[in-house]
């Protein structure tokens, strides 16, 4: 899922994107769509575990029951899921209520070994995996069932293995003064960033040549540092009316359908933006790696379900900006951009630097939007302050700030997994790093790994 603007006015439409030749014809996305729609349908056995641990196995297949079952009172919280078919109909099929679930989730919890703090051996951090998710999933079965105020630090917490920093609004004014400097005028500085980005939209008639482009470099960096499964693919959608801007659905069998709503104009730093995050090394990237490394090698089946309001959440959205950084490091972004897409958008590639600056300090500004979010579902502010604050302080337009007020209402303190869960990410990634070589390498290990954000130091 991805929260910045990366939409355009256009109709639903499916693109498919198979991007060994990056082919955007009708007939074969409609053959991508069908595809998808068969990986979608075709897991009905279990995975055969190569653990030899029967217990634990029994344990993760019940969990994964558990997490199919709450989705049944929450049609937001299984955002993947490709084990067997059986078990999906099962699931459906229950009448259990969100505080059974959580109930149920409480015995696994104690039937579960002990964990070790500090060991990394894979089999720890597997029980450390199951350990965690499932105190999220009591944690949001309990929510559900109305016994859990809401409380920003104890959602972090609890949903997202973490503790996030808390910031005074006033300490970001130093950046909306740079951005004063940057874009002098007499409209309110909100306006002014609004139509300064304006002029960096790509026109419809070229957002897919931009794409193609952007995409297919994104993969080439990515497969210069990572193994990806033979055959893998995204389909790309464009939507509309969602909470989110853009959304991958991970299918299975390295297969993604990547949906972008398409309420809101698309600027041309967007398109490596969706082609890292929710594609290479990204999202799609991460869960084809998980299902590979964990689930068809190891058959452990708790891989094969992803929760949405769990700790693997911050791991898949931190991992994913922080994708983009390690795809195009330093200045590699905007090089790329001046040469390749400022051209092919139909935009003067001699601006391209002036946009870097603006954009690099409204990004740090997100950290703002997490203390707005804090604040109103802390109660400390009420909905009607929440648009105007994320116009004043993340300088969004009047539409964006009221859609991420939406955003808040219904994903709550998930929004910590961007910019938050960047910097775990990053940390995680770097300590110790060399180079660049390296830094993918630890990456890679990563999102092949069932480490979570409490695991980051083992």
């Not at 905007?334 to 990004?363: C, I, N």
Request: charged content about 20%; proline content about 5%.
């Amino acid at each position: 899922m991805y929260l910045k603007t990366l939409a355009q006015a256009l109709p639903v439409l499916a693109i498919s994107l198979l991007l060994g030749a990056c082919e955007g014809q009708t007939a074969a996305s409609q053959k991508a769509v069908n595809a998808l729609d068969a990986v979608d349908q075709s897991a009905t056995t279990e995975p055969k575990s190569a653990s030899g641990d029967n217990a634990m196995d029994s344990l993760a297949q019940a969990y994964v029951l558990l997490v199919l079952e709450l989705g049944n009172h929450d049609s937001s919280y299984v955002d993947a899921y490709y084990g067997p078919a059986q078990l999906r109909k099962t699931a459906a099929e229950s009448t259990a209520s969100a505080a059974d679930i959580a109930r149920r989730g409480e015995s696994l919890l104690a039937e579960l070994p002990a964990v070790v703090g500090g060991d990394g051996a894979i089999d720890n951090l597997r029980m450390h995996y199951l350990k965690t998710q499932l105190l999220a999933l009591v944690f949001h079965a309990r929510s559900l069932a109305g016994e859990s105020p809401r409380n920003f630090a104890r959602e972090a917490r609890a949903l997202y293995d973490t503790e996030p920093p808390q910031r005074d609004l006033q300490s970001f004014e130093p950046m909306l003064q740079a951005l004063e400097a940057l874009l002098p005028g007499e409209q309110p500085l909100g306006e002014r960033v609004a139509s300064f980005r304006q002029a960096y939209e790509i026109p419809a008639d070229r957002l897919q040549a931009v794409f193609d482009a952007a995409i297919k470099e994104c993969r080439a960096r990515t497969k210069q540092y990572i193994s990806l499964p033979e055959d893998e693919n995204f389909v790309l959608e464009y939507v509309s009316d969602k909470p989110w801007s853009g959304y991958n659905w991970y299918k299975g069998g390295a297969h993604s359908l990547i949906q972008v709503n398409s309420g809101l104009p698309i600027t041309i730093d967007r398109a490596i933006d969706l082609g890292c995050h929710e594609g290479y090394p990204g999202h799609h990237t991460y869960n084809a790696l998980l299902e590979q490394a964990l689930v068809q090698e190891r058959g452990w089946a708790e891989y094969s379900v992803y929760p949405l309001f769990s700790p693997q959440s911050l791991i898949a959205e931190g991992s994913a900006n922080y994708g983009i950084e390690l795809a195009f490091p330093g200045e590699e972004k905007t090089r790329f951009e001046q040469a390749v897409l400022y051209p092919l958008a139909g935009l003067d590639p001699q601006t391209a630097g002036k946009y870097e600056q603006v954009m690099t300090l409204v990004d740090k500004l997100g950290f703002a939007g997490n203390e707005i979010a804090r604040q109103y579902i802390d109660g400390e502010i009420d909905a009607t302050q929440v648009p105007a604050l994320f116009e004043k302080y993340t300088l969004m337009s009047p539409a964006k700030a009221a859609q991420r007020k939406d955003f808040v209402d219904a994903y709550g303190a998930y929004v910590i997994n961007y910019n938050w869960g960047k910097k775990l990410v990053a940390d995680y990634v770097e300590r110790d790093s060399q180079d660049n070589a390296e830094r993918w390498q630890r990456f890679t290990r990563l999102l092949s790994s069932p480490r979570l954000p409490s695991s980051l130091d083992w």
